[in-house]
T-cell receptor
Framework: ETGVTQTPRHLVMGMTNKKSLKCEQH?????MYWYKQSAKKPLELMFV???????ENNSVPSRFSPECPNSSHLFLHLHTLQPEDSALYLC?????????????FGEGSRLTVL | AQSVAQPEDQVNVAEGNPLTVKCTYS??????LFWYVQYPNRGLQFLLK??????LVKGSYGFEAEFNKSQTSFHLKKPSALVSDSALYFC??????????????FGTGTQLKVEL
């Protein structure tokens, strides 16, 4: 069982829908991340949160809106998405921000935008 | 800016043979280097890392990687491949003491296929 849980695992939505992805970590970590994984491309870091505070936003379109209500939960709110936003969205956590430790990933939410 | 190159989209190897998955990097300062593996329909799992010390690092499932500073490489190796090693492998790098988050830069991934 992974220490990072993502729901839903699969999501299909139209361009006018509003949906949310949820991530929960059970590891006692203080930092959480959203990554976008598209085929044949490097993982793209979207957002970084440390102790519920956003510390990085990598020029992500405003149709993606993150929320971190506490250090264990991270959401990605989606609205008016485009077909090119179809991808695997991965949540990850780490013990802290600046450390030599690894990231712990969830299994991802596969998003398809019609 | 830091970057990672994985020059091979796919590596094919017969079970029992040694395998190598290549990775080169570019970063300011001494790098922190990582390998992750992704099995189908799963998230990424940490395999091993190089921070400092011995250039040969050992990780999970019998994998190891060799840090070569002069060639800026961090190739992943395993002496004897298993069919169950078939997966997507990602190399990642980060510069030390970067602010703004644990910012790993990932490569595009290499699909490893081990056949009987």
């Amino acid at each position: 069982e992974t220490g990072v849980t993502q729901t839903p695992r699969h999501l299909v939505m139209g361009m006018t829908n509003k949906k949310s992805l949820k991530c929960e970590q059970h590891l006692g970590h203080n930092a959480m991340y959203w990554y976008k994984q598209s085929a044949k491309k490097p993982l793209e870091l979207m957002f970084v949160y440390s102790l519920e505070e956003r510390v990085e936003n990598n020029s992500v379109p405003s149709r993606f809106s993150p929320e971190c209500p506490n250090s264990s939960h991270l959401f990605l709110h989606l609205h008016t998405l485009q077909p090119e936003d179809s991808a695997l969205y991965l949540c990850a956590s780490s013990l802290g921000l600046v450390n030599t430790g690894e990231l712990f990933f969830g299994e991802g939410s596969r998003l398809t935008v019609l | 800016a830091q970057s990672v190159a994985q020059p091979e989209d796919q590596v094919n190897v017969a079970e029992g043979n040694p395998l190598t998955v290549k990775c080169t990097y570019s970063v300011s300062g001494n790098p922190y280097l990582f390998w992750y593996v992704q099995y189908p329909n799963r998230g990424l799992q940490f395999l091993l890392k190089y921070i400092t010390g011995d250039n040969l690092v050992k990780g999970s499932y019998g994998f190891e990687a060799e840090f070569n500073k002069s060639q800026t490489s961090f190739h992943l190796k395993k002496p004897s491949a298993l069919v169950s090693d078939s997966a997507l492998y990602f190399c990642a790098v980060r510069a030390p003491f970067t602010g703004g988050g644990n910012k790993l830069t990932f490569g595009t991934g290499t699909q490893l296929k081990v056949e009987l």
